[in-house]
């Protein structure tokens, strides 16, 4: 589509899961993606998958730890230095974690609120200026549907989503007169790479991980989601298509979530 010819785009965890999928939807169309991640490894397999699709200069993968400021600094940086600016940011960072609130250490608090909460964050200051200097741009942040509800177990992603979707709003708030849009995506159950950790943690298949979860969770449309049907929703929300919707929330969750 030609609203997406030429977007500079930066997708933190985008070497797998969700976070590829909209690298590689984004890329179809015509963008220039920047992802990140930490494993390496990783990051050279989805550099190799973008580059079947687009000219390797439209692509850039470089191993970052975004909870370390100095790093994802250097990394916005990179990006706009080597495309002039940036126009889009999707904060995708951070694995689910949930057990009972009793059972949760001061140290998995601490690490969950720096990938979940803080990344994002640092990632939206750091990006601003560069997105004021390029004219604008739009911000997605991808978070939980618990953000909204939050059921026994789901602690502490849940508390750090849900402080996700107040950064978001706020976020939109300010920046809007800067010409920043800034949304969110709330992910239901989805396949992605935490979902093949998960199948392989509990050593049962892919297709029946996903359909335990259906069952345990008893979401309305009877399914799991795709990571394309989310990529979607996060492509429309960095469009010129969305251009007047900032402090917005899309749940793509099957019906799962009570809360619209």
């Known amino acids: ?30 963008a220039q993606v920047a992802i990140c991640g930490r494993d390496q490894t990783r990051l050279d397999e989805a550099a190799a998958r973008l580059a079947e699709q687009t000219d390797e200069s439209r692509i850039i993968a470089r191993s970052v730890d975004v909870t370390e400021g100095a790093a994802l600094c250097a990394f916005i940086d990179e990006v706009a230095d080597t495309w002039g600016g940036l126009d889009g940011l999707v904060n995708s960072a951070g694995v689910h974690t949930g057990d009972s609130f009793m059972a949760i250490t001061d140290e998995q608090w601490q690490s969950d609120f720096e990938v979940k909460l803080l ?67 709330l992910i239901g159950f989805a396949e992605s790479d935490q979902w093949v950790r998960a199948a392989l943690a509990a050593g049962v298949s892919e297709q029946e991980f996903a359909s335990n979860m259906v069952d345990r969770w008893n979401i309305p449309m009877g399914r799991a989601g795709t990571s394309n049907e989310a990529a979607e929703a996060i492509a429309f929300l960095l469009a010129a298509r969305a251009s007047y919707l900032t402090g917005t929330c899309f749940n793509v969750d099957g019906g799962l979530s009570p809360v619209i």
Do not use: C, H, W
């Open 1 to 30: 589509m030609a609203e997406y010819d030429g977007m500079r785009t930066i997708i933190t965890g985008g070497s797998a899961g969700l976070g590829l999928a909209t690298a590689e939807l984004l890329v179809s169309r015509g």
């Open 119 to 185: 990344a994002a964050i640092k990632g939206i200051r750091l990006a601003v200026p560069v997105m004021q200097a390029s004219g604008g741009g739009s911000i997605v942040n991808v978070l939980s549907v618990f953000a909204k509800f939050q059921p026994a177990g789901t602690m502490p992603s849940s508390v750090f989503r849900s402080a996700g979707l107040a950064l978001t709003n706020g976020t939109a708030a300010e920046l809007a007169p800067l010409g920043i849009r800034v949304n969110e995506v």
